[in-house]
């Protein structure tokens, strides 16, 4: 059996829901303690709580391993049958906390490159990104960086920049006309 757990909240709340699934498996295999003061469930046997330190706690039929079959809402991120309940708070804080769409293009561009949530989370406001195309990109460039003669400006091919930078891996698309324009220090 199994049920959806918003992990969107504390790593301690998560674990007391998959506690909770715990404790009304099919096939339970250990003993849990249910808090009967605060509720709070904890794998195996206790005399006490160990949340609010009652000793008023019951002892039930557990399982004791999860799996996740099943998730939405992760975006670039990978999650195994597997993942760490720490490892998928993380994913979500991360994503919870990016509040435009050029940081979520940015994480999909990190998530790409790094395994490593902590690397993730500290590049995420190096990441610059460019809307437009990689001409429209290579022709900002240059006009800004750049003092070219205006009787030059028709002789140069913005376009041909733009996907010479791309194939150099100084821009890099994450979708149609959104691009990383500083791949290569990432």
Partial sequence: HGAWIDCDQDIDLIVQEIHQLYITSYDPNVIATVCQNCGHIKLYEHDTCTEC?????????????????????????????????????????????????????????????????????????????????????AQELTECCYDVPEYLFYYINYDAMGRDMEINGEISEIEHDIYVTNAQGL
Avoid at 108 to 131: R, T
């Fill in 53 to 137: 330190g009652s000793d008023n706690v019951k002892q039930v039929p557990s399982a004791e391993e999860y799996a996740i079959h099943d998730y939405e809402g992760f975006g670039p991120f990978t999650v195994s049958e597997y993942s760490s309940v720490v490892e998928i708070a993380r994913m979500a804080e991360i994503l919870t906390n990016s509040d435009s769409d050029d940081n979520k293009y940015a994480i999909s561009f990190l998530a790409g490159i790094y395994d490593d949530l902590g690397i993730i989370q500290n590049k995420l406001e190096e990441v610059q990104i460019f809307h437009g195309s990689r001409g429209d990109y």
